[in-house]
């Protein structure tokens, strides 16, 4: 396995395009050198454009300050991602990202 070198945040009000895996696997969000947020998925794609406000992105997302942090900051937030084999595996991998949890602005 091996992440996803780093990409920008695609503006929804620009039609961007989000590469990220349709299969299980966990992402990577920051600005500049400061990490925001982590997470997996069994549907990476899907689950980063619930990383938007409901009206530009999909999905439900408990955490309105992370959605306004990421829309506020588009232009410079980037994001990461590694596709893993299975649903099992992804939650290995967020296990590893929540060791440095401290690092995040949003530890979750």
Known sequence: M???KWRLFPDPHQHGILVAPFGPGCYELRNGRKLILYGRGINVAYRMTSLLPEKLGRGKRN?????????????????????????DEAKAEERKLQFERKKYRFPQ
């Open 2 to 4: 091996k992440w996803s």
């Open 63 to 87: 955490n309105k300050d992370k959605r306004e942090y990421v829309l506020k900051n588009l232009g410079s937030v980037e994001y990461r991602t590694l596709s893993c084999a299975d649903g």
